[in-house]
């Protein structure tokens, strides 16, 4: 379905019109869930209204035909094969299914790090419960160089194998959630492959944020949220499997009608979906019809991508936007809180961040859960021991009540941290007043804790 009005519009205020913001409140939280433009939104509702009008014909018989037009285009953007790219709910959903497909033995270990996804790590601790697998974690505090990050990594790796244990996966980022910084995927990929681990990458925050080569980089495992980068609407994620991987995954989550049963298995009925691709994989026909839900998204990658260039100019100049403004915003934050932002320590004049190249950045808060560094600065508020959470939660509603707006915090190596999230909706001027509004409710914050004190 082709979009109406594909005539190129300014990034900021003018795009931000193009989109399905509220008036009444400056969307600077893209990262958590994403949005789409009004235009995907009438395709949304154009293949909605297809359904609901013929349910069993659609969902049949033309749900295979819209989702290989979908898996065609997302994978001509990561430079892949069609038949090496399905769709899943997202990112942690993707993840799971490679880890559930997976077999272990007793002396197999996953390993992560130490900021990865929340979600993915419980799954993680889940898995271990009913599997022979064990777990080992790559401990640092964020600064660090992505060198540094690669040499923990195969200490990791190199102390796990001394043990006589079988690195059988890893799992990392593109860039991580909170706190947002790039990761060194490219070079853990390759890492990966000279040790004999499968990489299995949570690409969360990738498609539609920074260029992917998939076909240049060839993880084992990759799972990206078009939802969150790509303008397609909530839930749809592109999960890549090479063909030299497929023949672990037989079974989506929940196991559905195309399940790949063992040859020695119990035979079972056969898929109630039709497609008329006899030269389908296996694997393709597996993640088809995945029990009873609403696919719509899906069907919209291409339209999110027609109105990515036609009405924003390309991938290119998008991601050139993203880190740009991500930089700018950072900046300007952190200049305002007399604070810092999140990037390698100790980087030589002129020097590029790595950890900053992308879409997303982080600044640090006056704040902060530890006495040592409370002492490096008169301004930091110092938190009780495990206040953090709590404090977090209260700068979130304050500043959502009050001010119209979301941004995320975390606690991390002893501060409290904000994540600014870059949009082609967005400019300086949104986070000059993102920047007002975070100086204000730390100022309310600390007056707050010098009233609890007086009164001690």
Avoid at 232 to 251: A, D, F, M, S, W
Avoid at 290 to 297: E, I, M, N
């Amino acid at each position: 379905m082709a979009l109406n009005d594909t005539s190129l519009v300014p990034y900021g205020a003018a795009m931000r019109e193009r989109f399905l913001c509220d008036p009444f409140f400056l969307n600077l939280n893209h990262g958590s869930f994403g949005t789409y433009p009004l235009a995907v939104r009438n395709v949304l509702r154009q293949y909605q209204d297809q359904v609901e009008g013929r349910p069993d014909p659609f969902i049949r018989y033309n749900t295979p035909k819209e989702l290989d037009k979908s898996r065609e285009a997302v994978a001509r953007l990561l430079n892949v094969p069609r038949d090496e790219c399905v769709f899943v709910k997202n990112a942690t959903t993707g993840v799971a299914t490679v880890l559930q497909n997976l077999p272990f033995e007793s002396n197999d270990v996953i390993i992560h790090f130490e900021t990865v996804y929340g979600a993915v790590e419980k799954g993680i601790a889940s898995l271990v419960e009913s599997r022979p697998v064990q777990i080992r974690k790559v401990h640092y505090e964020m600064p660090i160089s992505h060198e540094e990050l690669v040499e923990r990594f195969l200490d990791v790796v190199k102390t796990a194998q001394r043990e006589g244990l079988n690195v059988k996966v890893a799992i990392f980022d593109v860039i991580t959630s909170l706190p947002a910084v790039r990761f060194p995927f490219e070079r853990l990929t390759q890492v990966c492959r000279e040790e004999g681990i499968l990489s299995l990458i949570d690409g969360a925050h990738g498609i539609g944020q920074i260029p992917l080569d998939l076909g240049q980089l060839q993880p084992d495992f990759f799972a990206s949220n078009c939802h969150k980068w790509l303008f397609v609407p909530r839930g749809c994620c592109v999960l890549y499997i090479p063909k030299r991987n497929q023949h672990l995954i037989r079974t989506t989550l929940p196991t559905s009608w195309g399940y790949i049963p063992p040859p020695d298995g119990p035979k079972t009925a056969p898929s109630i979906m039709q497609s008329d691709d006899a030269n389908k994989t296996a694997f393709e026909s597996l993640f088809e019809f995945v029990a009873t839900s609403d696919d719509t998204p899906y069907f919209c990658v291409p339209a999110a991508l027609e109105f990515r260039e036609k009405v924003c100019g390309g991938e290119e100049k998008i991601y050139a936007y993203l880190e740009t403004l991500a930089k700018e915003a950072a900046d300007i934050v952190a200049e305002v809180l007399g604070t810092e932002v999140m990037q390698e320590p100790n980087l030589n004049p002129g020097e590029e961040s790595q950890l900053r190249r992308c879409g997303m950045s982080t600044v640090r808060l006056p704040i902060t859960t530890r006495v040592e560094l409370a002492r490096r600065t008169d301004s930091a508020v110092l938190l009780s021991p495990g206040e953090g959470g709590a404090v977090v939660d209260w700068f979130q509603r304050r500043i959502t009540e009050r001010y119209g707006t979301f941004l995320p915090l975390v606690e991390h190596g002893g501060w409290l941290w904000v994540r600014l999230c870059a949009q082609v909706y967005l400019e300086k001027k949104d986070f000059e007043r993102a920047a007002q509004v975070l100086k204000e409710v730390c100022a309310q914050f600390a007056a707050e804790r010098a009233r609890e004190k007086s009164r001690l």
